[in-house]
């Protein structure tokens, strides 16, 4: 005999669905363990780490950039080399002292001064010796020729730190009658009297026209006029220019021979 299924009443479904909503187990997120490792930021790379100034290395100073020397071509002189910067001889270590020595002597005076520093071991102490001089321009056989004069016949400069020691070394050289002195003591000498005496300004001038020399505007075998000097309104013909010394060689009709005489380019002029 077939048995029918009992029917099921509204009442027993509403009843299975809520008690599967009951069993059912609730959905729990998943917590971090304390446990679990935190996450690592990706480290620097080796050669990062490395690097100069990282924590992990000795710092070595700050990155260095190097810039390109500026080189100011107003001051090169004509071979390309640059000037050498002026130091003036009032700023070396020491004073300057005026001795005064036997006249025609002074050479001698100063060797002996520099030998007796030596052999008394007083480098330390005395410093340097010069002789003031200036340049002299003499006519000699038709031809200027520039010489060196003393300056002060029968004294000698002398740059040192003058103490006991020293002024007892200077003092008792041989040649030496005494120091240029104000009230009985040794005075030393003024900033402007020893740029002076030394010549520094003038070679400074000297430099500045060397960078500034005019062009000759004749060219060879050109005649040109003598304007000056003993050979004034002589007439000749270039024969030789020298641009560096600022001179130019012209040969002239002297006492009906042709005679050549250097002259500066300031002393000639075309016809």
Known sequence: MDTEAPE?????????ESAEVVDAPETVEPTESADAPEAVEPSESADE?????????????PDFVPTP?????????DDGEPEEPYLSPFDRPGKWFVVHTQSGYEKKVKRNIEARTESMNMEHRIYEVEIPTRE???????????SEKKLFPGYLLVRCR????????LRNTPGVTGFVNQGGKPSPLRRKDVETFLGIEADRQRAA????KPMFEYGLSETVRVVEGPFADFLGEIIEIN?????VKVLLNIFGRETPVELEFAQVARL
């Open 8 to 16: 099921t009443t509204e009442a027993e479904a509403e009843a299975d």
């Open 49 to 61: 780490a490395e690097a100069p100034g990282s924590l992990t290395n000795e710092w070595t100073g």
């Open 69 to 77: 020397e500026v080189v100011d071509e107003d001051a090169l002189l």
């Open 136 to 146: 002299v321009t003499e006519l000699k056989n038709l031809k200027k020729v520039v």
């Open 162 to 169: 003058l103490d006991d020691d020293a002024w007892y070394v």
């Open 209 to 212: 026209a060397k960078k500034s």
């Open 243 to 247: 641009e560096d010394q600022l001179k």
